[in-house]
């Protein structure tokens, strides 16, 4: 439950009236004015009692209701896995609606993305505004640990641990496990297994360059360590590590220059793409670009940057296909 401080810290004059708002973001002022109550989403409130269960996470075990449906997400990739599972959250990090439109074909038939309440950023989350949504549990990573006492008072908090990029499939089994949804996971995992069956041969023969633009600082490429990489060394595909710039970073990426732009050699190129600015203008416009393999054959794949770096069975699912379809026709 809430604490009486947070509670009261929460409570005051309703917010001024604004024009034209979105949904979203009139849903984030009727939380802030303690008017959205714990019966919008179709879940109970954490007030209410509920049966419990132990769940075994990165600091401790904590009692978590068994199947909430009120759930908090602090992490872009918990967000996801969650959603993957079918459960969208009441409530999640500022951007988390756009991340999620990149997975809308693999979310449940009318998720409505617009309900998702919009708390700020993971590291320092609106605490006033997650009490009066009265979560059954709160997901979040080690990011956040700086709150995590906060987080206790006001639900069930379980620290999802993901010690490197490409262990997302460890972050899934934790989330889904704290939100006790043991058979759409594995719904999820089963569909994901069909993707990678459907892999044409051709994978064998190309290589991917997974370039990260850094704007004028020039570029990363991420290998097998990061999260596209190790998808598509699963897939069969060759995975081009960045070799000629020494060893990997923790996360499986290696910087470069914009003048070392040539060892990004592989046959397919694969670069994310944002709102706004991308970071590969200044490459795109400079003299290397059109000396890649990839830009002169035509095999540039633009992926949201959702997908190409989401770190999620979705993102996973969703990056294979794009891959395959990239190479159907070798």
């Not at 595909?237 to 499986?252: I, K, R």
């Not at 069975?313 to 190479?327: F, H, I, M, Q």
Request: proline share 7%; with cysteine.
């Amino acid at each position: 439950m809430p604490s009486a401080s947070l509670l009261a810290a929460a409570a005051g004059p309703l917010p001024p009236v604004v024009t034209n708002a979105t949904r979203r973001e009139f849903l984030t002022m009727l939380a802030a004015a303690g008017l959205l109550t714990a019966g919008c989403g179709g879940g109970s409130g954490a007030s209410q009692e509920r049966p419990t269960r132990t769940v075994v996470d990165a600091v401790g075990t904590v009692e978590v209701p068994v199947r909430p449906q009120r759930v908090v997400t602090l992490g872009e990739a918990l967000t996801g896995h969650l959603a993957s599972a079918g459960l969208l959250p009441v409530a999640a990090p500022d951007r988390m609606v756009d991340w999620l439109d990149a997975y809308r074909e693999l979310l449940p038939p009318g998720a409505d993305l617009d309900a998702i309440v919009s708390i700020g950023v993971a590291e320092e989350p609106n605490l006033e505004l997650l009490a009066r949504l009265a979560p059954e549990l709160i997901l979040l990573e080690r990011d956040a640990m700086d709150f995590y006492p906060k987080l206790s008072e006001i639900a069930p908090a379980v620290v999802v641990d993901r010690p490197s990029n490409a262990a997302w499939r460890l972050a899934f089994d934790q989330t889904v496990e704290a939100a006790d949804r043991a058979e759409e996971a594995e719904v999820v995992r089963e569909r994901y297994r069909r993707t990678l069956a459907d892999v044409p041969q051709a994978a064998g023969r190309t290589t991917v360059t997974f370039l990260r633009g850094r704007g004028s600082d020039g570029f990363r490429i991420d290998g097998t360590g990061a999260f596209a990489g190790a998808v598509a060394a699963e897939a069969g595909f060759g995975v081009d590590d960045g070799g000629a710039g020494g060893t990997p970073s923790e996360h499986g990426y290696v910087e470069f220059s914009p003048e070392q732009l040539t060892v990004a050699d592989g046959d397919l190129l694969v670069v994310p793409t944002r709102p706004g600015r991308s970071g590969i203008e200044e490459l795109e416009a400079g003299p290397l670009w059109g000396r890649l393999p990839a830009v002169q054959a035509g095999r540039v794949l633009r992926l949201p940057n959702a997908v190409y770096n989401g770190g999620t069975y979705a993102a996973a699912e969703l990056l294979v296909r794009a891959l395959s379809d990239a190479v159907a026709g070798d």
